[in-house]
């Protein structure tokens, strides 16, 4: 089945200690990106990827890191949580990133930083 | 101008009503544009793609108005299923790659 898988679905933290969520397609996707949403904002890009080893910022970029070491995983790190970093995460992926591109995406993933 | 604005809700309508959401959008190089549909803060999920000047697919029908810079959608005879967040979604709506969501409007239908 195709799927966009997110890990974990919830997570608990406290201001500082580093934590990873971890996406993961088997679509064999080019394009990965990360989103937040918060109420009445919608959803916002924090960084995408074109393909292995290229990145870019979205929209609020701030505080967050990703990697894409292969083509399958874009994993989202928080090196310092903080509590306005609380949210709900989305991971989604599509063939290239272009604009006829449909993107998919993962369950979500609602963190909680205290 | 924000790069994408939707219609604020939320709309509430009776079941068999037809309702419509408009979107702008302010980059008018953007090509094609996407109606997702949100669940209950679940992921969201493909509803309509908008490549030229319309769609339509079943009792839904999206349209597009490059002149003016806008799509929207329109609903037909709604059902409670119907009930949800629509997000209005330009690909390179901010240049480049990046994606833009509009914020969403939030749909009742009520029997």
């Known amino acids: 089945e195709a799927q966009v898988t997110q890990n974990p679905r919830y997570l608990i933290t406290v201001t500082g200690k580093k934590l990873t969520v971890t996406c993961s397609q088997n679509?064999?996707?080019?394009?990965m990106s990360w989103y937040r949403q918060d109420p009445g904002l919608g959803l916002r890009q924090i960084y995408y990827?074109?393909?292995?080893?290229?990145?870019d910022k979205g929209d609020v970029p701030e505080g967050y890191k990703v990697s894409r070491k292969e083509k399958r995983n874009f994993p989202l790190i928080l090196e310092s949580p903080s509590p306005n970093q609380t949210s709900l995460y989305f991971c989604?992926?599509?063939?290239?990133?272009?604009?006829?591109?449909?993107?998919?995406f993962g369950a979500g993933t609602r963190l909680s930083v205290l | 101008r924000k790069e994408v604005e939707q219609d604020p809700g939320p709309f509430n309508v009776p079941e068999g009503a037809t309702v419509a959401f408009n979107c702008t959008y302010s980059?008018?190089?953007?090509?094609?544009f996407f109606w997702y549909r949100q669940d209950c803060r679940k992921e969201p999920k493909l509803l309509m793609s908008?490549?030229?000047s319309g769609n339509e697919d079943g009792r839904f029908t999206a349209q597009l108005n490059r002149a003016s810079q806008y799509i929207s959608l329109l609903i037909r005879d709604s059902k409670l299923s119907d009930s949800a967040t629509y997000l209005c979604?330009?690909?390179?709506?901010?240049?480049?790659?990046?994606?833009?969501f509009g914020a969403g409007t939030r749909l009742f239908v009520k029997a």
């Open positions: 990827s074109m393909n292995v080893e290229v990145t």
């Open positions: 679509m064999n996707h080019e394009y």
């Open positions: 908008v490549y030229s």
């Open positions: 979604v330009v690909p390179n709506g901010g240049g480049g790659f990046k994606t833009i």
């Open positions: 989604a992926s599509s063939l290239f990133g272009g604009a006829g591109d449909i993107q998919y």
């Open positions: 980059n008018s190089a953007s090509q094609s």
